[in-house]
């Protein structure tokens, strides 16, 4: 659940927390939640290390250590918390006293550590906000994709760090329908569809993140970008702009909402 919005504010939240400090004990309680290296080695490795900065890449947050990268993906419910949390799998406090504490209800996000972020991240598409992703480079990605576009949007190593909502929105505010094939889609219309991915998630950003679901940040309150939500999980309301029943269909098992009068099939 938590997209690029979600993550890039909860590393915004953390920043100040966590920058310049060094962790001291890291304790797993879900060793499930471990993906690289063993438990035991996460926690040793980590343990004594200082934080340098806090990054991002797509969905995936970066801590990166004096040795070293702690990569953190949150998948659906995962979340990092100031205190403590019904569904906490690891803690990490710091030299301060401040606990950190991933929580993760159905138990699918991960922490690595490994020397560079790249060996977890590294396979990830464009970041859509960085200068270089220009609707020409959109462009030229779609090429050839007879997928349709929300399918596409939701590929990260096509895009990174669009997700189901954002993916919905975006096509909302372009007018495209979300089973356009991506190859099929005109010069005019994939240069709307990267306004609108961009335009999304910097109103995400701008507005904390969406907590339609499980997300919070750090402190625990909620984001608001949900509130200014168009289609994204509006099921069963009117489009706001033409007043259509919004529909619902499902593109790769995702749930997925658009309007039939607004975005052209
Ligand atoms: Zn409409």
Redo the contacts with the bound molecule.
């Keep these: 659940m938590p997209e690029l919005p979600e993550v890039e504010t909860i590393k915004s939240d953390l920043t100040p927390v966590v920058e310049g400090h060094r962790f001291v004990e890291v304790e797993v309680l879900n060793p499930g939640s471990i993906r690289h290296p063993s438990p035991e080695g996460f926690r040793r490795g980590v343990e004594g290390q200082g934080v340098r900065h806090l990054g991002r890449r797509g969905k995936y947050l970066i801590i990166h250590l004096e040795h070293g990268d702690l990569v953190v993906h949150l998948m659906m419910t995962g979340g990092i918390f100031l205190s403590s949390h019904p569904t906490t799998r690891a803690t990490f406090l710091l030299d301060d006293g401040t606990r950190l504490h991933f929580a993760d209800r159905r138990k699918l996000g991960g922490l690595w550590l490994v020397a560079d972020a790249a060996l977890v991240v590294g396979k990830l598409g464009p970041e859509p906000l960085e200068p270089d992703f220009t609707p020409r480079v959109l462009g030229e990605r779609l090429r050839g994709r007879k997928a349709p576009i929300k399918a596409l949007l939701l590929d990260q190593s096509f895009l990174a760090g669009v997700g189901n909502m954002y993916a919905d929105e975006a096509l909302y505010a372009a007018g495209v329908h979300p089973l356009r094939p991506g190859c099929d889609l005109s010069s005019k219309e994939v240069e709307s569809i990267h306004g609108a991915v961009r335009k999304v998630l910097l109103d995400g950003i701008k507005t904390g993140g969406a907590s339609v679901d499980t997300y919070r940040r750090p402190d625990g309150s909620q984001g608001h970008t949900h509130r200014g939500f168009q289609v994204a999980h509006r099921r069963g309301e009117m489009?706001p702009?033409?007043g259509?029943p919004l529909q619902r269909l499902a593109v790769r098992q995702r749930g997925t909402y658009f309007?039939p009068?607004?975005q052209n099939e």
């Design positions: 489009c702009r033409c259509t309007c009068s607004c």
